[in-house]
């Protein structure tokens, strides 16, 4: 059973961190393509981060801010938010395991495993 556990949302002020963290099952993080969503309320799912054949991936919104790494002898990914702003609040999301839908790294359908979401709030 492939399953996919984020933790680390927290609420936070402007200007401040998390890191989030997710916990893949192997089967899952040894399809080797990784990634971080978000979803705020009344919006769509937007590609955050992801990390495959050894590069990194970042929406125009949070590069420069925001680290997505993986640690291999843990079966994790991480994601790393510095300078958090109001508009970054959200439900983050763990996703893993490359569709190959022909999509890019930051659609959804790109994705066979999913999460279920840790929140993130930033308030001023």
């Known amino acids: 059973q492939v399953r996919l556990e984020e933790s680390g949302g927290d609420s936070v002020q402007t200007g401040g961190s998390l890191r989030l963290s997710c916990e893949v099952s192997r089967y899952a993080y040894d399809r080797k393509y990784l990634g971080w969503f978000r979803q705020a309320p009344g919006k769509g799912r937007e590609g955050v981060a992801s990390?495959?054949?050894?590069?990194?991936y970042y929406s125009d919104s949070v590069k420069g801010r925001f680290t997505i790494s993986q640690e291999d002898a843990k079966y994790t990914v991480y994601l790393q938010m510095n300078s958090l702003q109001l508009e970054d609040a959200g439900v983050y999301y763990c996703a893993a395991g490359r569709s190959w839908r022909g999509g890019r790294w930051s659609d959804s359908s790109e994705y066979k495993y999913w999460g279920h979401g840790t929140q993130v709030t930033v308030s001023s």
């Open positions: 990390i495959f054949d050894g590069s990194t």
